[in-house]
């Protein structure tokens, strides 16, 4: 059986294959998108997204407004339970460290609540989405004049999207060109032949 590239679940049927390797197949169009994001994030030198860190240091936070120079990423974990299905969800955020606590805080509220319904990996992974809150409620760096490298890599990721977006706009710009110059070919065409 096939395994997905980026995630490595087992894939049963279907699965999206890789445009240039057609041998290496993913889960979904979101894993392929991910990984094909990561390689473009690689090729960013690092000088660029130093100063793009620091650079976002200086923004307001996102969530609350508030301009105190201690945005950072935070991993907001929740676990969600129903009977027989259980559903994991690490997502980031940047914002300042004030906000960051209080969406670590509601998380663990809501694991506490929906996390344990579901037997026997509810439970388990209720304990274990809370632990990761807890520790990263704990082990914050926030409020340092430097970008942490957690912020460096969600930065790198965001300009290699921005930089992604670029790409796809500049080349339906070039097919819309193209089908305009072949319009505009065609209609000339049949001015001459009139």
């Known amino acids: 059986m096939a395994t997905c590239a980026y995630c490595g679940v087992t894939i049963l049927f279907g699965g999206v294959r890789a445009t240039d390797d057609p041998s290496v197949r993913f889960c979904s169009a979101y894993c392929y998108d991910e990984l094909t994001l990561e ?5 960013i030198p690092t000088e660029i997204v130093q100063a793009e860190a ?4 200086q923004k307001a936070c996102p969530s609350c407004g508030r ?46 609540c929906l996390g344990w319904w ?5 439970p388990i992974f209720t304990v274990g989405q809370i632990r990761e809150n807890i520790a990263g409620m704990q082990g914050s760096d926030a409020g340092t004049s430097t970008p942490s490298r957690a912020l460096q890599d969600q930065v790198r ?18 097919h819309f060109r193209e089908a305009e110059d072949a319009g505009a070919a065609k209609m000339d065409g049949s001015v001459d032949s009139a």
């Open 118 to 122: 579901s037997l026997p990996l509810g």
């Open 54 to 57: 620091e650079w976002v240091l």
């Open 39 to 43: 390689f473009i994030a690689q090729e």
């Open 67 to 112: 301009v105190d120079g201690d945005l950072d990423v935070y991993s907001i974990n929740t676990v969600t339970s129903m009977l027989m299905v259980t559903w994991r969800k690490t997502r980031q955020q940047i914002s300042c460290q004030r906000c960051g606590q209080r969406a670590k805080k509601w998380a663990i509220f809501r694991c506490l």
């Open 157 to 174: 990721l965001e300009l290699a999207a921005e930089m992604r977006l670029m790409h796809l706009a500049a080349s339906e710009v070039g």
